[in-house]
């Protein structure tokens, strides 16, 4: 009897010491929403050390609090106690554990947990197959969805759900898995159920089998915006575009409220067809369900915009955006560089910077696409010193555009040093080096770059050999352009693709030898070549051959009718010529197509700010500056001796 006395005394001074624990913590509430979890894990490492057990309602508060800061620091020192104290044999913190460490992306972690289980429940199943699903690692999720088959444990609606989108994530490999399942969800009676129905429908979807996906979806008993969302995503995945708009006018049809994935989708799928009259209609749909004020919708607007050449209204929905994150920032400032309009994508990128808000990666990536595209060698440095202060030049991707843009401005000792400093050198970095040295004009350099680079074990791309041969083409150096391209057949063995024979069709060109031009033209392989034409056209123009120019301008006109250049190539030809009929009657033809030229745009750079200036314009701002170095740059180009053609009136152009 005295020991059964001594007994409870104990139990009851223990449970008392374990009450004052937790009122020295503020109590479970605390620690259970992430508050004081750090003296709370100190507590009970005292309470391990003294050989006391853990109490089971302030562990699993501690789980809970872990959960909701992503602590992995705090959920290993938990673990480790749980381990000692043997508590991870109960089924409930075994489980808590694994989501714990499957959420903070530790699976090895969370597999080394569910091991110690001896008799693994439900619960506990799904545990471990949620965190391999959630962390794109669907075979495993497989693997122990079949393992858990094979027992006496029935599946539940969840488990049916993870590994569903488990097969998602191994796409058109994870059909097979998924029409097992599907067999698996009727065995088990959820067949009827709307949630695994709509997953059934994505599964097929994204594994690439539409047609088994939209005959679930008309025989789903009911259709909501998950379905249509389901099935959406799933057209757009596939590149069937017009499929996922026809889904979208039926859901309007029905009535159904269209939500944030259905729009980011239709976007998306806007921004691959390029379809800027559809994306009109959508920023309608958006507007009219208050989702415009939505920063991730809005953002994706912004890019679809931009993606779609109408920087306009891109840069309207951008400055119209209540609220402006690091990605919306990318979105208008990358549709800019994209787009070729640098110099507006450097001044967004100074007003982000006025912000207060840090670059990203991608940021960075798109206004170095800016100064190489603005020959902005004053802002790159700028921009590269903000790099290396924000650790980001070992960035393969960041290292390459820094290359690029150098040799872009012609600063090559810049470039090279940049290059020589790269950790990797992958063909992109020989490619963006090359490129700037052979269309620059240095053709010994980028031969050079390209003998190294073979050595160095990396074959030249069908781009650098295009590089190359544009180079040539642009220094007029024909010997060593026939001479690169056979030792580009020969040498490397690589086919001669449309681009490269439009290199030597300009190279031909562009030094007067149009008939081997156009003989060479015709025994392209493949379809017709407007750049080649464009390119012969361009050589007749300066040659004065009339015929055979009329011949490129034929064949520019029935591929492209309302191409501008070519009309004005053809136009200087017959003025040329004296033939004002042929002149007249070609304008005629060209006020009837609606042609118009696009005047030609230039940048010139002072201190730290681009100006850009167009054909016939006199700039305003700093307008005396700017004249200045225009007549000095206009000196250079006199000296080394090019000279304007006058022989033609503008005004026939």
């Known amino acids: 009897m005295f020991l059964a006395v001594t007994k409870r005394t104990c139990t009851f001074n223990r449970r008392h ?14 620690i259970h929403d992430g508050n004081n979890l750090d003296r709370a894990l100190q507590a009970v490492e005292r309470l391990d050390l003294e050989g006391e057990p ?29 381990v000692r104290q043997e508590m991870v044999r109960i089924s409930l913190f075994a489980d808590y554990l694994i989501r714990l460490f499957g959420l903070c992306g530790c699976l090895s972690e969370a597999e080394e947990i569910f091991s110690m289980v001896r008799q693994p429940t439900i619960y506990t199943w799904n545990a471990i197959i949620s965190a391999h699903a959630n962390l794109k690692s669907s075979k495993q999720a497989l693997v122990h969805y079949y393992s858990m088959w094979r027992t006496s444990v029935k599946p539940s609606k969840v488990t049916f759900l993870l590994v569903l989108k488990a097969c998602t994530g191994l796409a058109k490999d994870g059909l097979a898995q998924g029409r097992m399942i599907h067999d698996h969800t009727k065995r088990c009676g959820f067949l009827c159920d709307e949630m695994i129905g709509n997953a059934l429908v994505d599964m097929y ?9 939209q005959d679930l979806f008309e025989g789903l008993a009911h259709r909501s915006v998950v379905s249509y969302g389901a099935l959406i995503d799933g057209c757009v995945q596939n590149g069937l575009n017009h499929i996922a708009f026809k889904y979208f006018e039926s859901m309007l049809r029905e009535g159904i409220k269209p939500n944030r994935v259905i729009f980011l989708c239709l976007l998306r799928a806007c921004s691959k067809m390029g ?37 306009e209204r891109a840069c309207l929905v951008f400055d119209r955006l209540p609220t402006k994150n690091v990605v919306s920032w990318g979105a208008i400032i990358g549709g800019l560089a994209q787009h070729g309009d640098g110099r507006s994508a450097l001044w967004w990128f100074g007003r982000m910077q006025h912000d207060r808000l840090k670059p990203d990666r991608a940021i960075y990536l798109a206004v170095l696409k800016a100064c190489a595209s603005n020959g902005s060698s004053i802002q790159g440095r700028m921009i590269h010193h903000q790099i290396v202060k924000n650790n980001l030049e070992n960035d393969i991707s960041i290292g390459n555009s820094l290359v690029d843009m150098y040799a872009k401005c012609c600063t090559f000792e810049e470039s090279h040093d940049v290059f020589d400093k790269l950790q990797v050198r992958d063909i992109v970095s020989w490619g963006a080096l090359i490129t700037g040295y052979a269309l620059n004009g240095y053709f010994k350099e980028a031969w050079n770059c390209v003998m190294e680079m073979d050595q160095a074990g990396i074959s030249p791309s069908e781009i650098i050999f295009t590089s190359i041969l544009a180079g040539c083409s642009n220094s007029g150096l024909v010997k060593e352009g026939y001479e690169f391209f056979n030792a580009m057949i020969v040498g ?19 030094i007067g030898c149009l008939e081997e031009a156009w003989r060479v033209l015709q ?12 390119s012969l056209l ?43 009929e042929d002149i007249v009657d070609l304008q005629k033809l060209k006020r009837s ?39 000095r740059l206009a000196h250079r180009i006199l000296k080394v001796g090019y000279i304007p053609a006058l022989s033609f009136m503008e005004q026939c152009i």
Request: glycine residues 8%.
């Open 54 to 82: 853990i109490p089971k309602d302030l562990a699993y508060c501690i789980l809970q609090g872990c959960t909701k800061r992503k602590d992995l620091a705090a959920a290993r020192q938990l673990r480790a106690i749980m």
């Open 275 to 311: 379809a800027l009259e559809q994306v009109v209609q959508i920023h309608d749909h958006i507007i009219n369900n208050g989702l415009l004020s939505d920063v991730v919708v809005g953002t994706a607007l912004v890019d679809t915009y931009a993606k779609c050449e109408d920087i």
């Open 593 to 631: 197509r609606g042609v118009w030229k696009k005047p030609g745009r230039a940048y010139i750079e002072i201190a730290t700010s681009v100006h850009e200036f167009t054909v016939g314009e006199r700039s305003l701002e700093q307008g005396e500056p700017i004249d200045e170095n225009i007549k």
């Open 492 to 510: 490397y063995g690589a086919t001669p693709t449309v681009a490269h024979y439009n290199c030597m069709v300009d190279l031909l060109g562009r």
């Open 17 to 30: 010491a374990h009450s004052q624990v937790i009122a020295s913590l503020g109590g479970l509430h605390r």
């Open 205 to 213: 979807a994204k594994c690439g089998s539409i047609e088994l996906a």
């Open 538 to 580: 361009a050589g007749c123009k300066t040659y004065g051959n009339r015929n055979l120019g009329k011949l490129c301008f034929e064949e520019v006109a029935r591929l492209d009718p309302r191409s501008a250049s070519s009309f004005a190539m053809l136009l200087k030809t017959y003025g040329d010529a004296d033939m004002w």
């Open 523 to 534: 025994n392209m392989p493949g379809e017709s070549s407007i750049v080649a034409y464009r």
